[in-house]
């Protein structure tokens, strides 16, 4: 480990980068997502043409990868509010960030079918 | 940051221990020949305060969108024109859709703000990147917001 970096490893600083790389990437698909919403000003036929796209299989798949992204960030986010302002949030860093992981995997297997039952059903049948 | 200090005659555990040691780091107020002077402003303070506030209430706003989106009813199959004409007839999921654009879209360009200071090195680099960010979140807010508010259902 070089001398001075703040790059420690372990949990707290790979929730850090979890957290950077989630951020980053939810506010890509935001504004990706304001410019498609904004085709409702243009026409009803362009709206649904648009939001189809956001019903094949492989954005169907990024959709359930978009709500772990979010999921993660909104949990984590709570935890990094516990750290900031809980006095005992820095010394419980590591178990909230498994509770956090613990929440998350319980989450997103709850989302599986719901998220994705567009491309199952398409694919597999009703 | 914890208030908490470890007082050795009633604490023996410490904050820090072999996989978790204290970092080394330059007191963060530190006056350099690049930043002589020291700022002016909390603007940083009310930042941090920001991200924290807008995070909770985004939590609840955005979870909330994806389930009605993306989990209930169907999921993404039921999405479409008639579906935000259905929902924007309502004014409690326009405001809460305005509301969740301009806390989402602030909260994450202060984030990518930070993002960019912290990785393009270059003065020069930092200046045209935060630009572009500032002028494509301007742009995304007012477009957003002139949705909510001009939407027509009976556009055709």
């Known amino acids: ?46 709206y649904d043409e648009v939001v189809a796209t956001y019903k ?18 909104a949990l ?51 | 940051m914890s208030a908490e200090t470890t007082t050795p005659a009633t604490e023996t555990v410490s904050l820090y221990d072999v996989d978790n040691p204290a970092p080394v780091i330059a007191p963060p107020r530190a006056r350099t020949k690049k930043t002589p002077k020291s700022t002016r402003t909390n603007f940083e303070l009310y930042g941090w305060l920001f991200m924290r506030l807008s995070g909770v209430v985004l939590v609840v706003l955005v979870l909330g969108h994806l389930l009605i989106q993306l ?32 806390l989402a879209m602030l909260h994450g360009a202060n984030g990518l703000r930070t993002v960019i200071n912290d990785y393009a090195e270059r003065p020069k680099t930092r200046f045209w990147l935060k630009n572009l960010l500032y002028a494509a979140t301007v742009f995304t807010v007012l477009l957003g917001t002139l949705v909510i508010f001009t939407f027509d259902p009976n556009i055709r």
Request: without cysteine; glycine residues 8%.
């Open chain 1, 1 to 46: 480990m070089p001398a001075g970096t703040l790059y420690r490893g372990r949990e707290g600083m790979w929730s850090w980068v979890a957290h950077r790389v989630t951020g980053v990437l939810i506010f890509f698909f935001l504004f990706v997502h304001v410019l498609d919403t904004a085709l409702v000003r243009v026409s009803p036929e362009a």
């Open chain 1, 56 to 73: 094949t299989p492989l954005v169907n798949v990024m959709e359930y990868g978009l709500v772990a992204a979010i999921l993660f960030h």
């Open chain 1, 76 to 126: 984590n986010g709570l935890r990094v509010i516990a750290v900031d302002f809980w006095s005992k949030g820095a010394r419980y860093q590591k178990q909230m960030l498994w509770s956090v992981v613990t929440i998350w995997l319980v989450l997103m297997a709850g989302a599986f079918y719901p998220v994705l039952q567009h491309t199952l059903r398409t694919l597999f049948g009703s």
């Open chain 2, 71 to 102: 989990v209930l009813d169907g999921g993404v199959s039921k999405i479409g024109f008639a579906f935000v004409a259905g929902r924007w007839a309502s004014p409690f999921w326009q405001a809460w859709d305005l509301v969740m654009l301009w």
